[in-house]
């Protein structure tokens, strides 16, 4: 989709700082970060959210799912296979969860506290 932010980021269009990078996904530093590691790891393809993703393609989500753990263990929020210190993975659909980008994109955050409930 040539007017979605995230679709001209994957084809070079929109700069980008690229963390992790595989033939079908995408992570990189969001540029207003909430936390002092804060990536959003996206599908190369375009999908509104998660259910949208979830209904077209499963091995897709997987993969994305795994990228994020990824960036976590680069980023030093987790051993491999670990728990410490931790990390949190959020995902908002639609305008009143706060969803600003109309293509899926998961929020890893970490390298502080995070407190529960998220506002």
Known sequence: MTDCLFCRMVAGEIPAD?????????????????????????????HRNLGALAAADGELLADVARAAHAVAVQEGLVTDGGIEPGYRVVTNTGPQAGQSVDHLHLHVLGGRGLGWPPG
């Open 18 to 46: 690229v963390v992790h990078e595989t033939d079908r996904v995408l992570a990189f530093r969001d540029i207003n970060p909430q936390a002092p590691t804060h990536v959003l790891v996206i599908p190369k393809e375009h």
